[in-house]
């Protein structure tokens, strides 16, 4: 009973869901330029989620901007029709591709796929 690990919940920005933040891809804000992340990886700071899921890039399409609740000076507003919101977009649909579809990652696990497929 005491031993239900206790996992963090964040916020899709596509979906508004509320997942554990080990199945979101992270997105930082550097230098007003995005950098994204698999789920799972861990960094220190502020950082936005976003469902693997091209389902959710669609959404987050739609919104048109990105909101940051950044650091102390308060929120920085990014809209995804700039030159940096664009670039998270292309990153996102990359890194989601390549990750692939969740249910898919959760049949094939590490070694499974590959065997004996030629
Ligand atoms: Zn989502």
Do not use: H
Not at 26 to 38: A, D, H, M, S
Request: aromatic fraction near 4%.
């Amino acid at each position: 009973m005491a031993s239900a690990p206790w996992v963090p919940i964040r916020t899709c920005i596509g979906c508004r869901r509320r997942l554990p933040k080990p199945q979101l891809i992270v997105i930082k804000l550097n230098e007003g330029r995005f950098e994204v992340y698999p789920p799972g990886t861990k960094l220190p700071g502020r950082s936005l989620y976003l469902c693997p899921r091209a389902d959710c890039l669609d959404k987050l399409r739609r919104r048109k901007k990105v909101v940051f609740k950044a650091q102390p000076p308060g929120r920085s507003i990014i809209p995804l029709s700039s030159e940096a919101g664009r670039e998270l977009l292309a990153k996102l649909a990359r890194l989601i591709e390549r990750l692939g579809p969740p249910d898919e990652n959760r049949l094939a696990g590490p070694g499974q796929a590959r065997r004996g497929e030629m």
